[in-house]
């Protein structure tokens, strides 16, 4: 078996409550984790003002020393270096075997899925990174069987699946994967006290968060030791969600 820390985040491309761009921020969050895989979405590369045209996973992955796969959802020209660039980023500290770009069926925003093969002590394991369709129930259900063929009988799906766990159209992600939350014995969230959704590992809104769509699903051969949805309401609208994994390599 090996320990692997997992986190998944929608960070605003970098944005706050407060309606404020930092990276800092953001970086000291990640980086206070300590968690061996960062899966980040809505992430900018170059892509205007609202992230000062940063080059916000190349950043993140400098300052947090991890190396970076990305995929980009939006792909455009931009006024200056680089492209003008929207999607989904892992940042890693175990080695990457490789990484590939899955573009997802659906209508409306393009949607991205990114599948990183990452060494463990004694194998692999592959890892998808992904954000859904937010409008269209029919797209996020085809969306989510692409997601269970790319994870096949040994992958971990992670992202903002803009869903329920339990939603008729991520069915095809129960029929193979188990969702780590329900899975983990000790699980945390960021609910008041007396809020009806205490203990549901609700992430979005930050303020009152009542949804959780924001999930980690893992294969047969992973076991999750804990589940923890993390305050991030400095940084961005979604809470982020941290599981400590026990991987028995395939």
Avoid: K
Avoid at 163 to 176: C, I, K, S, T, V
């Amino acid at each position: 078996m090996t320990g692997v820390r997992l986190v998944t985040f929608n960070v605003h491309h970098g944005v706050g409550v407060d309606g404020r761009h930092d990276l800092d921020r953001l970086t000291r969050l990640l980086a206070g984790t300590d968690a061996d895989l960062i899966c980040l979405q809505e992430v900018d590369r170059h892509f205007g003002a609202r992230s000062q045209h940063a080059d916000q996973a190349q950043e993140l992955a400098r300052a947090l020393d991890r190396e970076l796969t990305f995929a980009a959802s939006l792909d455009e020209p931009a006024d200056g270096p680089g492209r003008r660039q929207y999607g989904n980023a892992l940042l890693s500290r175990l080695p990457v075997l490789d990484s590939r770009v899955h573009r997802l069926p659906g209508s409306g925003e393009p949607r991205t899925a990114l599948r990183t093969l990452v060494q463990v002590a004694g194998g692999a394991l592959s890892v998808t990174t992904t954000h859904l369709a937010n409008r269209s129930r029919a797209d996020r259900a085809a969306q989510a069987a692409v997601l269970a063929e790319l994870a096949g009988a040994s992958g971990v799906v992670v992202g903002d699946l803009n869903a329920d766990a339990g939603a008729p159209e991520l069915a095809a992600l129960r029929a193979r994967l188990t969702d780590a939350w329900t899975a983990a014995a000790d699980r945390g969230d960021q609910s008041r006290r007396f809020s009806l959704h205490r203990g549901q590992g609700c992430t979005h809104p930050v303020r009152r968060p009542r949804v959780r769509i924001d999930q980690v699903w893992v294969p047969p051969g992973v076991a999750v030791t804990a589940a923890r949805v993390l305050d991030g309401s400095a940084v961005s609208d979604h809470h982020p969600l941290q599981v400590d994994l026990s991987v028995t390599p395939r």
